[in-house]
């Protein structure tokens, strides 16, 4: 009976096909058995050299407001974008996202791209360490960050090319779209 390795390990990739924005490799590796296999992979074109390796972030941003079901205090929003995604042929409803400029961190992109995308300010509440979103075709890391935006904030209007969405009570009823 042959000895079971205790972990797959990488022996090369190679570029099969380099664009603007993303680049296909093919990757060869030893599975835990031993066994060489060949993986389709697509990495970004940008990010290199980011802290740990992430090229994005992801902005869970929670929007204290007053209640708008005649409660008294607070309740929790959180904020959504809508934008059309090319490679789903779709709109789609996400949170505030983007790339890690050279010299960001998670946490500063995090609160760059939350006020470009939506206007919004906050401070970040945490940043997960690097997070795989789709890690059986891509390479990207990104860190999933929470940001908080006080009460008396705004809807603001200079945005012009993201359509805002926030889901409120969700501590009451999941998450609630509400336009």
Same mark, same amino acid.
């Not at 030893?30 to 697509?42: N, Q, Y």
């Not at 206007?119 to 960050?145: H, I, M, N, Q």
């Given at each position: 009976?042959?000895?079971?390795?205790?972990?797959?390990?990488?022996?090369?990739?190679?570029?099969?096909?380099?664009?603007?924005?993303?680049?296909? !490799?093919?990757?060869?590796?030893?599975?835990?058995?031993?066994?060489?296999?060949?993986?389709?992979?697509?990495?970004?074109?940008?990010?290199?050299? #980011?802290?740990?390796?992430? !090229?994005?972030?992801?902005?869970?941003?929670?929007?204290?407001?007053?209640?708008?079901?005649?409660?008294?205090?607070?309740?929790?929003?959180?904020?959504?974008?809508? #934008?059309?995604?090319?490679?789903?042929?779709?709109?789609?409803?996400?949170?505030?996202?983007?790339?890690?400029?050279?010299?960001?961190?998670?946490? #500063?992109?995090?609160?760059?791209?939350?006020?470009?995308?939506?206007?919004?300010?906050?401070?970040?509440?945490?940043?997960?360490?690097?997070?795989?979103?789709?890690?059986?075709?891509?390479?990207?890391?990104?860190?999933?960050?929470?940001?908080?935006?006080? #009460?008396?904030?705004?809807?603001?209007?200079?945005?012009?090319?993201?359509?805002?969405?926030?889901?409120?009570?969700?501590?009451?009823?999941?998450?609630?779209?509400?336009?």
């Amino acid at each position: 009976m042959e000895a079971r390795k205790s972990s797959a390990e990488h022996v090369a990739s190679r570029v099969l096909v380099t664009g603007k924005w993303l680049r296909l !490799d093919e990757v060869t590796y030893l599975d835990e058995e031993g066994k060489r296999r060949s993986w389709e992979r697509v990495s970004r074109t940008t990010g290199d050299g #980011q802290e740990g390796g992430v !090229d994005g972030v992801a902005v869970k941003t929670v929007l204290k407001r007053p209640r708008t079901d005649r409660g008294q205090g607070e309740e929790d929003c959180v904020v959504f974008v809508r #934008q059309y995604r090319p490679a789903v042929q779709r709109y789609t409803l996400e949170f505030p996202a983007g790339l890690v400029d050279p010299g960001e961190s998670p946490s #500063q992109a995090a609160l760059r791209e939350l006020k470009e995308e939506t206007g919004y300010t906050g401070r970040v509440v945490s940043c997960s360490p690097p997070l795989t979103l789709d890690g059986g075709l891509s390479s990207s890391l990104c860190c999933l960050v929470e940001v908080e935006v006080s #009460q008396g904030h705004n809807y603001p209007t200079n945005i012009a090319s993201v359509n805002l969405v926030m889901g409120c009570s969700i501590a009451r009823a999941g998450v609630r779209i509400v336009g």
